[in-house]
């Protein structure tokens, strides 16, 4: 069974803070990506990777930064928290057969 | 780059009647199309995909329509119940996109009235 897990779930910071997002995937997969999903924008893609030490900047990059540290896992950085960055993030992976992605179940994050 | 665009954005239902959500496609190399569902407080999982041809996949209690002539793709629910309310995203991926990616469309917000 494939298994994308994301931590923490939940994360309240205030403005200006340090947040790291962390997600690891157990499914071999080279291709791990970061959304944010938002009421009235569905998902947008923030970063991907295609391995360890690849980075692809997304469609909404700007305050974000990510790095694969391994196949299995992927980090998303937020090093100056705005409340415009409050929203719900998932991870995905997928393989270079089908491009099936496989979701996380997300972490709620807040900027107050 | 491919746009895709879904349709409706919210639908209300009753139980035992039928849902149909819609995207269009613009890029017509796209040849990998996905139906995902997300429930309330949880991730997207798939339901369907289908791949580069016209055709009609089922699945329990829904039916999935490419065509690739009009460059849309359907989700069909035929007798809907309660446990299909969710938000419902559908994916394309074009032979153009990098590294794996997927197109989706902004979602459909299911609500099955028992």
């Known amino acids: 069974e494939a298994a994308v897990t994301q931590s923490p779930r939940n994360k309240v910071t205030v403005t200006g803070g340090n947040v790291t997002l962390s997600c690891r995937q157990t499914?071999?997969?080279?291709?791990m990506y970061w959304y944010r999903q938002d009421t009235g924008h569905g998902l947008r893609l923030i970063h991907y990777s295609y391995g360890a030490g690849n980075l692809q900047i997304g469609d909404v990059p700007d305050g974000y930064k990510a790095t694969r540290t391994t196949q299995e896992d992927f980090f998303l950085l937020l090093e100056l928290a705005s409340p415009s960055q409050t929203s719900l993030y998932f991870c995905?992976?997928?393989?270079?057969?089908?491009?099936?992605?496989?979701f996380g179940p997300g972490t709620r994050l807040t900027v107050l | 780059g491919e746009q895709v665009e879904q349709r409706p954005p919210h639908l209300s239902v009753r139980e035992g009647d039928s849902a149909v959500i819609i995207c269009t496609y613009t890029?017509?190399?796209?040849?990998?199309f996905f139906w995902y569902k997300q429930e309330p407080g949880a991730g997207l999982q798939l339901l369907m995909k289908v791949f580069s041809s016209t055709e009609i996949n089922e699945g329990q209690g829904f039916t999935v329509l490419l065509n690739k002539k009009d460059k849309q793709l359907s989700l069909n629910l035929t007798a809907a119940h309660p446990g299909d309310s969710a938000v419902y995203f559908c994916?394309?991926?074009?032979?153009?996109?990098?590294?794996?990616?997927?197109?989706f469309g902004a979602g459909t917000q299911l609500i099955v009235i028992p």
């Open positions: 994916a394309v991926r074009n032979r153009g996109s990098a590294l794996g990616r997927l197109h």
């Open positions: 995905a992976s997928s393989d270079d057969r089908d491009y099936e992605q496989y």
């Open positions: 499914n071999s997969h080279n291709y």
């Open positions: 890029d017509p190399n796209s040849y990998y």
